[in-house]
């Protein structure tokens, strides 16, 4: 990008969470939810991931996906890296999104008297008109609507295992 001199580049950093109490095993959950191969098992909308390279998950490990963005892309790729790995409690990668930049997505598994308590905080840097945008129209019209279906299809996953 070419700018002029003393221009300012601002970016808003946009941070979503949600949680879900799931009544399963904390080692199994963590095990299926880091296995970033599975996720198109329970998520939203159309995704599928592959593997990178065959190494067992661990920070490094690399994965590409395609999915869709609501109202935008259909079959998007994104190359996925494994940036933090503590089992079982918590996984954190990154999803290089070509329009996007970087979207930083982090598990957190804690153990309830009634459950696992899932948590799921996905973090990104925009520019401020489309923060605006995504705070204001896209997120309470599709985003979350879109990311409560996707827990919920993992709950769902999780206690039909067992």
Do not use: C
Request: no cysteine; hydrophobic share 40%; charged share 20%.
């Amino acid at each position: 990008m070419t700018s002029l001199p003393g221009t300012i580049h601002s970016m808003t950093t946009l941070t979503r969470s949600v949680q879900i109490l799931v009544n399963a095993n904390l080692q199994t959950a963590f095990d299926y939810v880091s296995d970033l191969a599975k996720h198109p098992e329970w998520s939203d909308g159309e995704l599928k991931i592959e593997e990178i390279s065959s190494e067992p998950i661990q920070v490094g490990k690399e994965y590409i996906s395609k999915g869709e963005v609501p109202l935008f892309q259909k079959n998007r790729p994104n190359k996925l890296k494994m940036t933090n790995y503590q089992s079982p409690h918590t996984f954190s990668f990154v999803a290089n999104d070509p329009s996007f930049g970087n979207v930083f997505h982090t598990f957190t598994f804690t153990q309830k008297e009634n459950g696992i308590l899932i948590a799921r905080t996905m973090k990104m840097n925009l520019n401020p008109f489309l923060a605006l945008a995504f705070t204001y129209i896209h997120y309470p019209l599709i985003g979350k609507a879109a990311i409560m279906r996707t827990m919920l299809g993992l709950k769902r996953k999780l206690e039909s295992k067992g």
